[in-house]
Structure formats: structure tokens, C-alpha cells
């Protein structure tokens, strides 16, 4: 009825199928870990901390807060290490206490309130600003820049 071939074929087919499913349901979760080295960052709004980092531009969209923004928006996703350190920061970056938060932006003697609605992925530094495009056309102008040296604060 079957030939030996067939039959090995089946055999491997059938093993091949099921340790596929054996290796998906045993998978276990991959651990995330966190710098230690911004635990300790905290929301110093109320003594005016400044910070240094860099500012640049990207087009909006759905944000790590979950929040729709257009890029005539005045917003700006901070770098993943700010984001991710900020006190009170859980697994789900909807639920992060930074979002929504304002901050006031200086570049070149120009100045520019923004509100916090995104994470920056690409960012390298923890104070590093990713603006919509409208924010950077106000404070530097020339999309062309695309990286410039800016100081903030939380408004």
C-alpha cells in the first residue's frame, strides 16, 4: 500500500511538524533587562534641572504612548533610556508617567514648549529629543541639519 519511501517521507514530515510545535509551546520568555545606570533618574521638574542631549527630527505617527500625532504636532519622543528609567516605568509604555509630560526646548537663543508622546529607539543618548517636524522647523529651520546640540528642561 505505502512504499518505504513514503513512509520515511511521512515519518520525518510528521516528527519535523511536531517538534516545531514542542520548541513554540516549551519556548520560554525572553528576560528584559535594565540599565542600572539611570534607576535613579527621576522627574526633577521642580528643580529645574537642565539637560543636554541631541535634537532631531522624524515623522509622527502612533507613539509609544499611545497616542496619534501628525507632524505639525508640537511633540517629541525622548531617548528609550529616559523613557524606560523614568520613575514609575512598567512594561506597558502606555502607561509611563513621562508621557504627556512638557518640556521647554532651547536651541540657538529660540525656545519651544513640546509634549512628551513618543520613545526614541534610535536616540543614543537618555536626553537626546526627537522632534516632529514642525517643532524642529521652529527652533532650527533647515530640516537638512538633522541633528543638532539642544538643552531642555520639564516645563
Known amino acids: 500500500m505505502f512504499t518505504k519511501s513514503f513512509a520515511s517521507s511521512f515519518v520525518l514530515v510528521f516528527v519535523s511538524v511536531m517538534a516545531m510545535f514542542v520548541s513554540v509551546s516549551y519556548g520560554a520568555p525572553i528576560a528584559v533587562r535594565r540599565s542600572t545606570a539611570l534607576a535613579a533618574r527621576q522627574d526633577t521638574s521642580a528643580s529645574g534641572t537642565t539637560y543636554s542631549g541631541d535634537g ?4 509622527t505617527g502612533l507613539g509609544a504612548c499611545g497616542i496619534t500625532n501628525t507632524d505639525g504636532d508640537p ?3 525622548i531617548g528609550y533610556q529616559g523613557f524606560d528609567s523614568y520613575p514609575g516605568a512598567t512594561a506597558n509604555p502606555n502607561d509611563n508617567p513621562i508621557c504627556n509630560k512638557k518640556v521647554t526646548i532651547y536651541y540657538g537663543g529660540k525656545t519651544a514648549t513640546a509634549t512628551i ?9 537618555a536626553d537626546d529629543l526627537d522632534m516632529s517636524p514642525s517643532l524642529f522647523d521652529t527652533l532650527v529651520g533647515d530640516p ?7 538643552t531642555w528642561n520639564y516645563s
Open 144 to 150: 537638512g541639519i538633522g541633528r543638532v546640540s539642544i
Open 117 to 125: 508622546t513618543d520613545r526614541c529607539a534610535g536616540c543614543a543618548g
Open 75 to 77: 511633540i517629541v519622543a
Open 56 to 59: 532631531t527630527w522624524y515623522e
